[in-house]
T-cell receptor
Framework: AQSVAQPEDQVNVAEGNPLTVKCTYS??????LFWYVQYPNRGLQFLLK??????LVKGSYGFEAEFNKSQTSFHLKKPSALVSDSALYFC??????????????FGTGTQLKVEL | GAVVSQHPSWVICKSGTSVKIECRSL??????MFWYRQFPKQSLMLMAT?????????EQGVEKDKFLINHASLTLSTLTVTSAHPEDSSFYIC?????????????FGPGTRLTVL
C-alpha cells in the first residue's frame, strides 16, 4: 500500500520569508509525487510533479519541491511567501507497482497561513 | 490548458431525491475521470474511477447503486447521487486525466457542494 504523510496541520510564515511544507511518502516501487493547492470551497489546482530526472522540480507560482529518495520526502518550498499563497496544500503519491492503477493517494493536507 | 468544470457548483436537495453532478474537461480529452469526496477539513477520498466507454471502478465501501457514474464521452462524466440522505452531504470533486499512465496529471474541477436536507 502507498501512503503520504504531511506532519504539519498548519504552517505559519511571514510574507517575504521562505516557506516549506513537508511531505513524506511510502511506496513499494518508484514514486510519482504531486503537489496540489486548494483555496476555500474550490477544487485542487496542480502545482508540480516529480516523475523522474532532476530532484528539484519547479512548478507554478514560484513553488518548487525537492525529491529526496533516501529520506522518502518531497517537501514543497518557495523562496519568498506571499499572503495570496495562504491555502490548503496537498501532497499526493502514485506508485507504479500498486494494484490501484492510476489512483492518487493524498496526504491530510497542510494549511499554509502567510501573514503580513 | 487542462481546465475541468463541474456543474452545479452547489446544490440543495430534499432527502430521498436524486442529484446529478456533471464533470467536463473543457480543453482536452479525458480518457479517465475520477470522483472524490471531501469532508470538512479532511483529505480527498477517492470514490470511483471511470474510463470512457466502460463501467466505473468503485473503491471499497462505496455503494455503486447509490453513486451512479457515467462516462459517456471523452469530455463528460456524471455522478448521480440516488435517494440522497443528509449523510451524503459533502463536497464532491472530480478530476480528469488525459491518459491512464501513472505519470499523467489529474486536473481537478472546482467541486460541488451538496447539502441534503
Amino acid at each position: 500500500a502507498q501512503s503520504v504523510a504531511q506532519p504539519e496541520d498548519q504552517v505559519n510564515v511571514a510574507e517575504g520569508n521562505p516557506l516549506t511544507v513537508k511531505c513524506t511518502y511510502s511506496v513499494s516501487g518508484n514514486p510519482y509525487l504531486f503537489w496540489y493547492v486548494q483555496y476555500p470551497n474550490r477544487g485542487l489546482q496542480f502545482l508540480l510533479k516529480y516523475i523522474t530526472g532532476d530532484n528539484l522540480v519547479k512548478g507554478s507560482y514560484g513553488f518548487e519541491a525537492e525529491f529526496n529518495k533516501s529520506q522518502t520526502s518531497f517537501h514543497l518550498k518557495k523562496p519568498s511567501a506571499l499572503v495570496s499563497d495562504s491555502a490548503l496544500y496537498f501532497c499526493a503519491v502514485r506508485a507504479i507497482l500498486t494494484g490501484g492503477g492510476n489512483k492518487l493517494t493524498f496526504g491530510t493536507g497542510t494549511q499554509l497561513k502567510v501573514e503580513l | 490548458g487542462a481546465v475541468v468544470s463541474q456543474h452545479p457548483s452547489w446544490v440543495i436537495c430534499k432527502s430521498g431525491t436524486s442529484v446529478k453532478i456533471e464533470c467536463r474537461s473543457l480543453d482536452f480529452q479525458a480518457t479517465t475521470m475520477f470522483w472524490y469526496r471531501q469532508f470538512p477539513k479532511q483529505s480527498l477520498m477517492l470514490m470511483a474511477t471511470s474510463n470512457e466507454g466502460s463501467k466505473a471502478t468503485y473503491e471499497q465501501g462505496v455503494e455503486k447503486d447509490k453513486f451512479l457514474i457515467n462516462h459517456a464521452s471523452l469530455t463528460l462524466s456524471t455522478l448521480t447521487v440516488t435517494s440522497a440522505h443528509p449523510e451524503d452531504s459533502s463536497f464532491y470533486i472530480c478530476s480528469a486525466s488525459r491518459g491512464r499512465a501513472y505519470t499523467d496529471t489529474q486536473y481537478f474541477g472546482p467541486g460541488t457542494r451538496l447539502t441534503v436536507l
